[in-house]
């Protein structure tokens, strides 16, 4: 039994490596198109004046409120926010079931070098 699951562990821990890999990229590329919308807001919510001609946020507390405030009312940027939260989750649970799977891997080795293997 002990055999059989060194033999398939490398493959199993493989295929978690590529998930991880597509998490991390799926990840990176919500990331960056909410990155450019944030970029777009905070430029039209810098250029924004009140009716006198003066900036409407005046601070940089103020801007990022605003962006706070625009992101709560987008669907479109909570959805992504909502969807990147959830795949940071499902990677920390495909690394940790990795990292079990390569403690498993180095225990049976080690009882394996000690002719204990079944």
Known sequence: MMI?????LPETI??????????????????????KWESVQMEEIANTTDGGGK??????EKRAAELTRRKEASEWASGV?????????????????MQYNID?????RAIARLGGGE
């Open 4 to 8: 059989e699951a060194l033999k398939k």
């Open 14 to 35: 493989k295929g978690q490596r590529m998930t991880l890999l597509d998490r991390t990229t799926k990840i990176e590329e919500l990331s960056a198109s909410l990155k």
């Open 55 to 60: 900036p409407a946020f005046s601070n940089t």
């Open 81 to 97: 926010e909502n969807d990147i939260s959830t795949l940071k989750y499902s990677f920390e649970l495909v690394r940790i079931d």
């Open 104 to 108: 498993v891997q180095e225990n049976y």
